[in-house]
Nanobody
Framework: QVQLVESGGGLVQAGGSLRLSCAAS????????MGWFRQAPGKEREFVAA????????GYADSVKGRFTISRDNAKNTVYLQMNSLKPEDTAVYYC????????????????????WGQGTQVTVSS
């Protein structure tokens, strides 16, 4: 059981940066693979980035690879998404997600792999 709260969204100009945070509550945070997803109006929720419970393994959508970095600090029960070189097409509501896993290196890449979601934080990138 874990609860997630995202923060750090806002309005930024193209080329700028934002860092999203996902604060998790619960005693078993390091037993969860974590991910970031985003959803733009009229579109499906899409995968952005994922990280294993150890923090060792990460994965990224092709659209953000090289620009976004996911990380976690298990001591702080927090997952981050550093977003650099932002583009207008990055505009979306960003959601943090947690998926229970028994593997310290495992990452999840699809919506259906996650069972706990935050409320979302809006990211708007202006041109």
């Amino acid at each position: 059981q874990v609860q997630l709260v995202e923060s750090g969204g806002g309005l930024v100009q193209a080329g700028g940066s934002l860092r999203l945070s996902c604060a998790a509550s619960g005693r078993t945070f390091n037993s969860y693979a974590m991910g970031w997803f985003r959803q733009a109006p009229g579109k499906e929720r899409e995968f952005v980035a994922a990280i294993s419970w150890s923090g060792r393994t990460t994965g990224y959508a092709d659209s953000v690879k090289g620009r976004f970095t996911i990380s976690r600090d298990n001591a702080k029960n927090t997952v981050y998404l550093q977003m650099n070189s932002l583009k207008p097409e990055d505009t979306a509501v960003y959601y943090c997600a947690a998926g229970r896993t028994y593997g310290s290196y495992r990452i999840y890449l699809t919506v259906d792999d996650y069972d706990t979601w935050g409320q979302g934080t809006q990211v708007t990138v202006s041109s």
